[in-house]
């Protein structure tokens, strides 16, 4: 099924799977590789708390399917859904998000240093993962902006409609959240860095 | 790839037990639409003051006026908080997260405006045809009401 309808973009996926389930295993298996991570870099889950996840997360984009607007990305539709349930997640377990960022994602802090001209000063790896640890310090909207933008590599727009904001909050938002950071490392800048 | 798969199957499996089916598309046109109604009773009541305002003013009695006065404080008071009621419901439909509360703001009170300048043109319009009619055709009520007036001029 997936190797036939590979060539189908998601949104036609999406009108297809309206009438046909099995179009819907296809948007599933395209999908849940990329929210695995997502999902794996915003918070500590287990794998059983993923998998829970990652049903409820479908289960709901199959009920409100016909919600479905095709003037946004529908990857962006899914992102949205699942922010809100990770939100719903924490909520239910009383726990505050950590990102837990894997090997990638010291490439991805080398591209963010570069804007804050932060490279020269971090460049191994234990004083990235200094940087991730700093990261996790910051508050809930200026992380979950910045993973959605250097992590997941998002536009604005995209942003935008994942988080419900106007594009140009979220430009606001990623340049506030990219200050703060820059405070909070050099001012718990380690001596040894 | 093969936990992608057992995790789709179990997906699937799960949306078949718990017999999942989509929500109706009229669901969530009805409730888009549910969405929308504060903003429009908003603008229309905004419109309808506008209008009232208009006309005090043009053609108000000294009193009248006066009290016309004391109303912009309490409209504007009342406007601003059905104003943000009913943004905070438009940010809720599809499209309206994309602009800014006092985007939504401003929109809601130059609709207002615009409307409320509409509604005094189309009742002035209408209330002028009926007083020309009124006075194209005098009636008896008429004839005694002069009559009346003449002998009170009269009498002085």
Redesign the interface.
Known sequence: MQVVHSHLSDEALVIKCKKDQQYFAVLVDRYVPKLTRYIKRRSAATAADIEDLLQNIFIKVYRNINEYDTSLLFSSWIYRITHNEMIDWYRREKRRSTLSLDDEAHDIISKLMVDEDLTTQFSNAEQKQYIINTLNTLDEKYKEILLLRFFEDKSYEEIADILKIPAGTVAVRINRAKKQLQKRIQKQLPPSL | MEM??T??E???T??EH?R??????W??VLRNSILWIPGIITTVLGAYTIAGLIYGILHGHPNQLLMIAAIPLLWVVSFFIFCLISTSFL?NT??G????TLQLLLVSVASSIILGILFYAITQNTEDNMVRTYYRYPTQHQDDYFERNVNVIRMN
Do not use: C, E, G, S
């Open positions: 992608t798969t995790t789709t179990k997906i699937l799960a949306i718990q999942v089916r989509p929500r109706p598309k669901h969530f940010r599809y499209t997260y994309r602009h800014t």
